[in-house]
Every structure is written in structure tokens, then in C-alpha cells.
């Protein structure tokens, strides 16, 4: 069945290390976007892609990297550069046709830098 | 630059009655708002959108109210249910859902049996 599979779901690193948290939908959806929850915070923007091989930063995309080879998939790097890594990654995807436009999230991935 | 808010942090409800969630936004510009209820270490689930040419829109249990000149909306449900429980965000778009979301902090939901 369709939806958005994040893996995995938690993810352990050391600091100075990169890593790349995966992000696949089969929706069918053009649009695709991730975003960081900290405990008391909302969801914030990190990148977002609208058509394949074509990506925008968000809001907090300092120490992020993304690449939109095919349209299933939008995996986001984590480097080093990132001061603060630790925190709950969200995945989403939404069409570009038809009606209103919600987002559909996967089911997340924590990440912990020690 | 909070644009979109969400001032309870948390709210409790006894079940049966009903749950009043509001989010006040900022921008203008925006024409499209959802609501996310949000499970811990789950991603969001989609639960009700409204457009900005609409001022209410209904879902079973669950009726979004929009009132553009406050920049306000509210999410009520009716009656409450103990599944229920759970963080809501409240998300503001422009161009009717074309472009980004901006998320407010969530309020979360407590309903007490």
C-alpha cells in the first residue's frame, strides 16, 4: 500500500560524522520536504524539493544536504558541519495536481550525536 | 519570527466534551491551513485543511472555523475521545497550498476519562 517509509527509525553517530537518513514514497507525489522536531518545538523546515533534480533550502538547512535523483526518493545528509544534530527527522511528500495540497509524513527518524 | 502560533502549550478535556484548539497566524499572505495531530516518535497525521475561501469546514468529529480579519482559526472536536490524545500543529501555506508550510509549536491534548 502507498505511503512514506523513513529508515532507520533510530539512528546513532558519533560527532564529526556524516550520515544519511533515507526517505522513499511510492504516492506518487512530486513535492518532498524535511523537517526537524526539538522537544516543544513545531516542525521546522529543513530542505524541500518540488520537481526531481531541483531542490530549495528551508528554513534551517545550515549543516543539511539533499539530492533529488528520482522522484520516490529524497534523502537528507547530516554533516558534520551541523551543530546540533540530535532531534526527530520528518520526511513528507505532497502532490502538485489537482485539489488542495496536504503533506503526508513518514513515520520519522531519531537521530542521536554523541 | 513565530508565523503561526499556537499559545496553549497544553490542554486538558474531560471526554464527551468538547476540545477547543486555536492558532493565530501573522502573515497575509497565507490561504491555506491545516491541522496535524502528531503520536510521540510518530510522523504527523493529516487530520482537516480549510481555504481561505471558506470560513468552515467539517470532518465527523472534527470542524476547522477560520476567521480571516482575527487571523485566527480553531479546530474543534466533538465529543472528545481518550484517542484523542495527542499533539495538534496547526500549519499555514500560501497560493493554496503550493508552497511551504509554516508550523506552529503544537498544543498538546489531554482527554481525561
Known amino acids: 500500500d502507498g505511503g512514506i517509509t523513513q529508515s532507520p527509525k533510530y539512528l546513532f553517530r558519533k560527532e564529526g560524522q556524516n550520515v544519511t537518513l533515507s526517505c522513499e514514497q511510492n504516492?506518487?507525489?512530486?513535492?518532498m520536504y524535511w523537517y526537524r522536531q526539538d522537544p516543544g518545538q513545531g516542525l521546522r523546515l529543513i530542505y524541500y524539493?518540488?520537481?526531481?533534480?531541483?531542490?530549495q533550502k528551508g528554513d534551517i538547512a545550515e549543516g543539511y544536504s539533499v539530492s533529488r535523483e528520482k522522484k520516490e526518493s529524497f534523502p537528507l545528509t547530516v554533516t558534520s558541519a551541523q551543530k546540533n544534530p540530535t532531534a526527530f527527522y520528518l520526511c513528507?511528500?505532497?502532490?502538485?495536481?489537482?485539489?488542495?495540497?496536504?503533506?503526508?509524513f513518514g513515520p520519522g527518524t531519531r537521530l542521536t550525536v554523541t | 519570527d513565530q508565523q503561526v502560533k499556537q499559545n496553549s502549550p497544553s490542554l486538558s478535556v474531560q471526554e464527551g466534551r468538547i476540545s477547543i484548539l486555536n492558532c493565530d497566524y501573522t502573515n497575509s499572505m497565507f490561504d491555506y491551513f491545516l491541522w496535524y495531530k502528531k503520536y510521540p516518535a510518530e510522523g504527523p497525521t493529516f487530520l482537516i485543511s480549510i481555504s481561505s475561501i471558506k470560513d468552515k469546514n467539517e470532518d465527523g468529529r472534527f470542524t476547522v472555523f477560520l476567521n480571516k480579519s482575527a487571523k485566527h482559526l480553531s479546530l474543534h472536536i466533538v465529543p472528545s475521545q481518550p484517542g484523542d490524545s495527542a499533539v495538534y500543529f496547526c500549519a499555514a501555506s500560501s497560493n493554496f497550498g503550493n508552497e511551504k508550510l509554516t508550523f506552529g509549536t503544537g498544543t498538546r491534548l489531554t482527554i481525561i476519562p
Open positions: 504516492l506518487n507525489h512530486d513535492a
Open positions: 524539493s518540488q520537481i526531481v533534480n531541483d531542490f
Open positions: 513528507a511528500s505532497s502532490s502538485r495536481t489537482g485539489g488542495l495540497r496536504e503533506q503526508y
